[in-house]
């Protein structure tokens, strides 16, 4: 009897322990990689840079960055799509990504609705435009009457199917200049051709942007929102141009049938990191604005920015590359 009794209670001490029976095991005890899909040196990457250290302390464990560029984020992103629900890999998501690429790839391989948990904003940027110095362009003004005058030219962007790619189209439509659009398998590359003059313009954000610029290299021509790393750029409203409004949002998505638990504590850690004045002082000082949030809010921004892109996208004629 004694024994029984013994057993009994030993199940029941069992039962009660914390992880035993069907339990699952806490969350995370391994490395988290994040999918960045685009490669390093651009904006994207350096966002995430910009959070890695303190993210990584906040969840206590190691984060790693996988830079997979190439089809304006497509590639990389349809990577973290297809990889395993279990918290271990997330993606970082864009305007780009997941509200323009819908419009402009007829076979696009994932679903933003359908394939990603959300969980939440890291913060917005606006687009600057810039142009080699050779141009000689200081205005929106200037830059459009030496492009008519050069009869052909051509426009960079971070890939086909970006937010990148679209406002040079919005441009060339706009303006009345013929430009040829060359894609690019990210920023770092784009920079390079646009500084060594083999490009002409190019829409990006100031993240990447903005050092090429207090450099010399590249002239910054109109922004489309103030930004304090560019103190001394006129918006495009200011120069008579109040359509050109927009902003690149960044996110962190884990791929669809991630348990919720696990979407709400990297939420809350994302969220703690963003209110962090140390975190939020250095992506400001890249010209981003943090945006702690909810799953769900970044969820709305989805289905609220496709359409939108989409009207774009039909209404300048972009096409695949």
Same mark, same amino acid.
């Given at each position: ?8 209670? #030993?199940?029941? /001490? $069992?039962? !009660?322990?914390?992880? @035993?029976?069907? +339990? %699952? ?7 988290? *990689? ?40 497509t590639i990389g992103s349809a ?51 810039? #142009?080699?110095? /050779? $141009?000689? !362009?200081?205005?929106? @003004?200037?830059? +459009? %009457? ?7 030219? *051509? ?107 696990i979407v709400t504590r990297m ?55």
């Amino acid at each position: 009897m004694f024994r029984v009794t013994s057993l009994v209670l #030993a199940s029941l /001490a $069992l039962v !009660a322990m914390p992880g @035993a029976g069907n +339990a %699952q095991p806490a969350w995370p005890q391994k490395p988290i *990689t994040i999918i960045v899909p685009f490669p390093a040196g651009g904006g994207t990457d350096l966002v995430i840079r910009s959070l890695q250290p303190a993210l990584s302390s906040k969840l206590a464990q190691t984060i790693i960055i996988n830079n997979l560029g190439g089809a304006g984020g497509t590639i990389g992103s349809a990577q973290a799509a297809r990889a395993q629900p279990d918290g271990y890999t997330a993606l970082a998501v864009t305007t780009s990504t997941h509200a323009v690429s819908p419009s402009l790839y007829k076979n696009l391989p994932y679903d933003p609705a359908r394939d990603f948990s959300y969980v939440g904003f890291i913060g917005t940027s606006p687009y600057v435009l810039v #142009a080699n110095p /050779a $141009l000689k !362009a200081r205005s929106v @003004a200037e830059l +459009a %009457q030496v492009l008519k005058a050069r009869g052909q030219s *051509t426009f960079a962007s971070v890939g086909v199917g970006t937010v990148s790619h679209l406002l040079g189209e919005i441009f060339r439509r706009d303006q009345g200049v013929q430009m040829t659009h060359v894609p690019y398998r990210g920023a770092a590359p784009a920079y390079t051709d646009l500084i060594g003059g083999q490009v002409d313009i190019m829409f990006d954000n100031p993240v990447g942007l903005a050092p090429f610029v207090r450099g010399g290299k590249l002239v910054a021509v109109a922004t489309t929102g103030a930004t304090p790393i560019l103190p001394g750029v006129p918006t495009f409203a200011q120069q008579g141009l109040p359509a050109y409004t927009q902003q690149l949002w960044y996110g962190l998505a884990f791929p669809k049938g991630t348990p919720a638990d696990i979407v709400t504590r990297m939420n809350a850690a994302l969220d703690a990191v963003l209110r962090d004045p140390a975190v939020a002082a250095d992506l400001a000082s890249k010209g981003v604005d943090v945006r702690p949030d909810t799953p769900e809010a970044l969820a709305r921004a989805v289905a609220h920015d496709t359409p939108y892109w989409g009207d774009i996208a039909r209404s300048v004629g972009a096409q695949l590359d």
